[in-house]
């Protein structure tokens, strides 16, 4: 990974240099900010390498560190190497590691060797071994024995050494796409795809999704303004998890206070009765009588597998959905599935998105390249932040959406203000067709790029999950 160390030297200039590169003076126009200036230089740093790029940008004793991807793509990160110093000035350093600790690991699905003999494993349920009656030894020998056992474990290995080598998935599979990708299928050979290549950073975002997470999480989808995608990537994220993880495994819900267009723009409509307020109202009436098989009778299963729990119907005349009816709805669900995806509606003062956007694990937020919408999203995180403290943006993904009638000056800015104020990272989408139509969206026939974007985001939203939990 190549590397640019940047230094802000007044309010429109800048110093940027990499390695084995002369210094490159950086000036933003009047109206420009400086921000602007590096996040384009960097873009087109990665761009021309094809590959990451590592930004450590210094501006009056303050460092951050960017990774920005050949796709345009920005996250913040920790330093991986030694990053190149500007001539005569010196990036500060960050100790980013504690000193290494020595443990010994046992492999997945194993017992660890210095376990006590009297446990045993029944799926991943850890249980002490029921004692046998008749075997009563005397004390002084099970002392010796028990500590000539506990000798030899220290000295075994975990693992035999005829057991195969380990497979990292994906690593050893020939490429798929791209110009390696169609000389293995024109010439039969079995080139591997380059480390940081497209379809490499697809499958990491598969090996991510299928990865463990630590219980049931609430993934969180909520712009303020209208219009902007809420319900198409809430849709698209449902469908790409539980392709990966299994039918099953992720529900997707309707929590506008008056209900939203899920139920319009789902592959497979919800009949009458599958809807969050039905759901809620049979869970008051029985409280924890819910089993799965009657939990099916209120979500609308897709085609994928995923499920979906549509908003209020008209039948409900003067209901609303309040912030109680979405935690009665996330208690029902947290027994059956793994993953909640709240689509939110646009007011902010209704209960429901209080409780959406205040218990979410991560928080993911669609922004067309307008300046409206970025302006939105900008000024709700900032509210979160102030309410719940700097935490929920390092749980937030900004998803910047391509569309028609959009400002690409707009991009640069935004991208710059949602990384300053400490989003966790802004990924990319491109345009999508049937996104934008109003249709219903069956994933099937999405463009190949949307589905890409899709994993990789939903690829960040299970990381973010998983790291949140240790």
Known sequence: MSALAIEITGERTAVARGAGAEEVD????????????????????????????EVVVNEAGRTNYLTVE??????????????????????????????????????????????????????????????????????????????AHASTRSTRPAMSVLAAPEITPGSSEPARTGIRGRLNAVLNLGLAPKPESAEMRHRAAIAAITGPIPGFSIVTVANPKGGVGKTPIAVGLNAVIAQHRGAGSTVCADVAEVGGSL?????????????????????????????????????????????????????FDGAALGYDDVESLANVLSEH??????????????????????????LVV??????????????????????????????????????????????????DAFLEVGVHSVRRMPFEPLFASGERIATSQLRSTTTESLTVVAGAVVELIAHAAG
């Open 70 to 147: 050949p796709d345009g793509n920005v996250s913040r990160s920790l330093p991986t190497g030694p990053i190149a110093a500007a001539a005569g000035r010196e990036v500060p350093q960050v100790d980013v590691a504690p000193e290494p600790v020595t443990m010994s690991v046992a492999p997945i699905g194993h017992l660890p060797v210095s376990a006590p003999d009297t446990m045993w494993r029944e799926g991943n349920v850890q249980k002490q071994r029921p004692p046998v009656p008749w075997q009563r030894p005397n004390p002084d020998t099970s002392v010796r024995r028990s500590q």
């Open 26 to 53: 950086l000036t933003a126009d009047k109206g420009q900010s400086i921000h602007a200036v590096i996040a384009a230089y960097s873009r087109k740093h990665s761009a021309d390498a094809g590959a990451p790029v």
């Open 263 to 315: 139920a319009d723009r789902v592959s497979v409509p919800p009949r009458a009765g599958q809807d969050v307020l039905a759901l809620v109202a049979a869970q008051a009436a029985a409280p924890g009588s819910i089993r799965p098989s009657e939990l099916s009778r209120f979500l609308s299963r897709q085609p994928g597998g995923e499920d979906v729990v549509a908003g209020i119907f008209d039948g």
């Open 366 to 415: 669609p922004v067309p390249l307008r300046r409206d919408a970025a302006a939105a999203a900008h000024r709700m995180l900032l509210d979160l932040a102030a309410a719940a403290g700097s935490d929920i943006l390092a749980r937030t993904i900004v998803v910047i959406t391509d569309g028609p009638g959009d400002a690409p000056m707009v991009e640069i800015e935004a991208v």
């Open 337 to 362: 599935r793994e993953i909640l995806i709240a689509d939110t509606g646009n007011n902010r003062l209704a209960g429901s998105w209080q409780w959406a956007t205040s218990n979410a694990n991560v």
